[in-house]
């Protein structure tokens, strides 16, 4: 078989150490792919698939892209939740002997991208790893590379509590051992759907090493040197910005498993997965990105401390009340540039002159900023005003060094101010000197060929040149002028001291270019010393940031001052958040709330549609809103501090995964059920929808009772099963409550409101009217029930009886075998009905009381016979 070409050696030597990415391979002005990497890439980007030759007797799928335009390509493929890596030539191609050498010099992976272009302003985007230890405990570590922020936990309550808590950040990929178990690889995979990479080294030796020293903890130490290792691998270049892990101690904050983050929507809607609609978009009034970023962190961490709590509070409180002065300080805000990133590109080496520029205008409003924040009498904001630190020095750098409006290359000049350096001023001087005497010369020369439109002019080609009229070449002088270049109407000529004067001038400018190029990487070399800074900077920025939304949240939508006690949770008028937001103005119904350890559960009944589940809803989000800070949407509140909160949302509202099954829902109850303190929240919005009817009752009063008996968390429990309502009269701590609705001339009224006691009936059938059901089939409805509610008076015990279906089938076959040979009129309607059941369109109990009517109809007539 032939050899490849000495090129595709080449690649496929490089590609073996990167088979689980795209290799990108630079040739000329593209990058290229080859076999297998070419037919997907061409499929996933959509671009022409062609061929080379390569030695072999076939040809190889080839497809590439222009390099000028790869990063829109790179990003889709990194999108996708695909690898890249970028394969240079790494010598000048016109002096290397053979095939030009060529090296990959980035790997860009999901959770390491730094492009700008490729991040959201608004969100982290976190690279995480994950190690796992022989005694079953866990080690988390997140790492934000465009921040350079890293975070890492330690899990040890399984495997579950990993996902849990990884569910809740916003991570792209994920670093593993080569061991962790398969089993639990694939759960990362289907559960988080992020892409997995592996990186077995654990010790490291890196240039970094300082970055572990405030660890004492060997597993943190490995999983840290893990992703640390696996970033250095990925980008192969300075990561001068990156932080000192911070250590979260997991149970200093309100833990919210995924379900509840999710069913919740706190940061993004089940349905559309945006951020529209979520709580993170009502509270959201920041004004930099990096405040942004900073609330989204706060509220997927809520805290338990009310010291903390308070002092978040007590400066919201203070923000709150100066409106003037916090609308002033929303304007110096807004000014402030993204300094978290900006700071981690000053040390990947690529900012340029703007950044820089920008940077010395958001450093300058540091003063005023601080200034702005001395002013309020409270406590809490005045010491953010001592932690923002005006980098006066180098500020006075940049405001020295370079020009007010760069252009965005910083190859080409014009970056520095005069009088920075004194070389480059002399080159400056040599050009401007030059171009000075030029313009004297113009003047010279048609002073003296008495020629008005001689004129001096520049291009690439030619240089500088005298160009002269047709009409005009008799006024020339003879030999004193060369001849250059013809064009239609005129001459160009030239003159040996121009082209003196030419040299000088180029030369100067090409020095100075280089010059300034050079000056500018020092800078910016000068500036990394000051990343620390800078990211503390941003960092207090971020948190002022956030406190001055939550106050501008709360003026803007009503919000009260929550306080915290020990025992008794009580909230007057209290409202959705979100839902709120969504309908007009007054319209919202609010509602109280009271949960003591007396009244600990309150068991929710009341029509479809009517306002259970936002009432549930309401008061997660109301705690959560308060341990994060921010006033909340009530009249008055006084909280208690919760440690977890849980969600459960039966099959029938489960929107999010549609195929969810009675299984989801019962290991959903059981997570909540084993996690739950007497301090945690949970909702369990109708638990038991999943199955029959007897099953799903007997399972969620089971479940109450256990709650009541054992765990004592505060528990908001609605349900469509008016059984349930008479656990008022066994649990002395459960109450029950129903959401009100009226009738009004055959039509359901939904009040919204929240009253005392059981619901009187369930309105299924208002509720289908209003949904324009047909009026025969609602009336046909009505007539069922009616019949149903009969039989159920007369005989309930029956109904008990029967409820084991397999008896009950038998029993019903049974009758009609029996009675085949004498069909009766009365038996052929009961069959005719039998058959046109679609059973597959009917709920449990719809089947189950469909099935009783008949049988009780079959019943009626053999005991007349
Ligand atoms: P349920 O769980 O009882 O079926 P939901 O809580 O899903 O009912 O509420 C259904 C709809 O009723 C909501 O989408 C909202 O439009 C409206 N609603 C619920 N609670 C209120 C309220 N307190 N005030 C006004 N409208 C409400
Ligand atoms: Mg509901």
């Known amino acids: 078989m032939a050899k490849y070409t000495p090129m595709m050696e080449q690649y496929l030597t490089i590609k073996a150490d990167y088979k689980d ?77 053979g095939v030009v050498k060529r090296e990959v010099v980035q790997l860009i992976t999901p959770g390491t991208v730094m492009e700008s272009a490729m991040l959201s302003e608004r969100n982290n985007n976190y690279i995480a790893s994950l190690s796992h230890f022989k005694d079953g405990s866990f080690v988390v570590v997140y790492c934000d590379l465009s921040t350079g922020e890293s975070r890492i936990a330690q899990i040890t309550l399984g495997f579950d509590a990993v996902i849990h808590e990884l ?108 951020r529209h609609g979520s709580l993170l978009w009502v509270l959201d009034k920041t004004v930099t990105a990096m405040g942004s970023r900073m609330l989204k962190k706060w509220l997927e961490r809520p805290l338990l401390d009310q010291v903390q709590i308070n002092n978040r509070l007590e400066a919201v409180e ?55 924040l001395l002013q309020f009498d409270h406590k809490q904001i005045r010491d953010l005003a001592s932690l923002l630190v005006y980098p006066e020095e180098l500020v006075d750098t940049l405001e020295a060094s370079i020009i007010e409006d760069p252009p965005i290359s910083i190859k080409e000049g014009s970056i520095i101010k005069d009088g920075f350096d004194k070389q480059l001023d002399v080159y400056r001087d040599a050009s401007r000197n030059g171009k000075k005497w030029i313009a004297e010369l113009e003047q010279k020369e048609k002073q003296e060929t008495n020629i008005k439109s001689l004129k001096i002019g520049y291009n690439r080609v030619f240089g500088y040149y005298i160009e002269v009229t047709k009409a005009n070449l008799h006024l020339l002088p003879e030999g004193k002028y060369e001849r250059k270049q013809t064009l239609t109407n005129a001459e160009r000529f030239i003159t040996p001291e121009l082209k003196e004067k030419e040299q000088l001038i180029l030369e100067a400018e090409e020095k100075s270019v280089e010059l300034e190029y050079n000056l500018f990487t020092e800078i910016r070399e000068q500036i990394k010393d000051q990343i620390p800074r ?56 609010p509602n109280d709330i009271t949960l003591d350890d007396d009244k600990s559960i309150l068991l ?65 109850a059981n997570h909540a059920i084993s996690h739950a303190t007497e301090r945690s929240l949970i909702l369990l919005d109708e638990i038991g929808r999943g199955t029959s009817t007897y099953d799903g009752m007997a399972l969620a009063q089971a479940i109450v009772e256990h709650i009541h008996h054992h765990i004592h968390a505060k528990t908001l429990f609605s349900t469509h099963y008016h059984e349930l309502t008479a656990l008022e009269g066994d ?58 509610e009969s039989n159920d008076a007369t005989d309930s015990k029956q109904i008990e009886v029967e409820s084991d279906q397999l008896s009950f089938f038998s029993e019903s076959v049974a009758v009609t075998k029996e009675n085949t040979n004498s069909v009766s009129e009365h038996d052929e309607e009961i069959v005719q009905q039998l058959k046109q059941i679609d059973l597959f369109e009917m709920t449990p109990i719809e089947a189950m009381n469909e099935l009783h009517r008949l049988q009780k109809k079959a019943k009626q007539k053999l005991s007349l016979k």
Do not use: W
């Open 534 to 589: 800078l990211q503390y900077l941003a960092d207090t920025i971020s948190n002022i940031d956030v406190l001055q939304a939550f106050a501008t949240v709360s003026e803007a939508n009503n919000y009260k001052r929550p306080t915290f006690v020990e025992k008794k949770l009580e909230i007057k008028n209290g409202r959705h958040p979100v839902i709120e937001q969504v309908m007009d103005d007054g319209t919202f119904v």
């Open 167 to 274: 569910y809740n950040q916003p991570i792209k990929e994920i670093v593993v051992s080569s061991n962790l178990p398969e089993s639990l690889q694939k759960q990362l995979m289907d559960k988080l759907q992020i892409t997995l990479s592996y990186q077995d080294e654990v010790t490291f030796n890196g240039e970094y090493r300082d970055l572990c020293e405030n660890l004492n903890d060997e597993r943190l130490i490995k999983s840290f040197s893990r992703l640390l290792n696996y970033v250095q691998y990925t980008q192969k270049r300075s990561l001068d910005h990156l932080k000192q892990a911070e250590i979260i101690e997991l149970d200093h904050y309100l833990s919210l498993d995924m379900y509840s983050k999710r069913n919740l929507e706190l940061t993004e809607t089940i349905l559309r997965k945006g």
């Open 604 to 668: 929710i009944t009341g029509p479809n549609m009517s306002g259970k589940s936002t009432y549930m809803r309401q008061l997660a989000l109301i705690a959560i809103m308060g341990q994060i800070g921010c006033f909340v949407p009530c009249e008055e509140a006084e909280l208690i501090v919760f440690d977890q909160i849980f969600t459960r949302i039966g099959a029938a509202d489960d929107l999010v995964s549609g195929q969810s099954t009675f299984m989801v829902e019962m290991l959903e």
């Open 21 to 97: 990415a795209f290799l990108f391979f630079r040739l000329g002005d593209f990058y290229e792919m080859f076999f297998d990497d070419a037919i997907n890439a061409s499929r996933e980007l959509e671009i022409t698939l062609t061929k080379r030759e390569g030695g072999q007797d076939d040809p190889i799928p080839m497809c590439g892209v222009p390099y000028h335009s790869a990063a829109n390509y790179i990003k889709t493929l990194v999108e996708k939740g695909y690898k890249v890596a970028i394969c240079e030539q790494v010598e000048n191609p016109k002096t290397a002997k």
């Open 731 to 788: 649990l002395p701590r459960l109450k029950n409550v129903h959401v009100r609705a009226e009738e009004y001339e055959g039509n359901v009224v939904f009040l919204h409101q929240i009253k005392e006691g059981a619901a009187d009936k369930s309105y299924g059938i208002h509720v289908a009217k209003l949904a324009n059901l047909p009026d025969n089939l609602i009336n046909r409805a009505s007539i069922i029930l009616k019949q149903l």
């Open 318 to 372: 203070g923000f709150y009340q100066a409106f003037l002065e916090r609308d002033t300080l929303r304007e110096s805000l807004k000014s402030v540039y993204d300094l978290e990133r900006l700071a981690g590109r000053i040390a990947f080496g690529n900012v340029n002159a703007r950044d820089l520029i920008q940077l010395k205008k958001s450093l300058k409003r540091i003063p005023e900023i601080k200034e702005l």
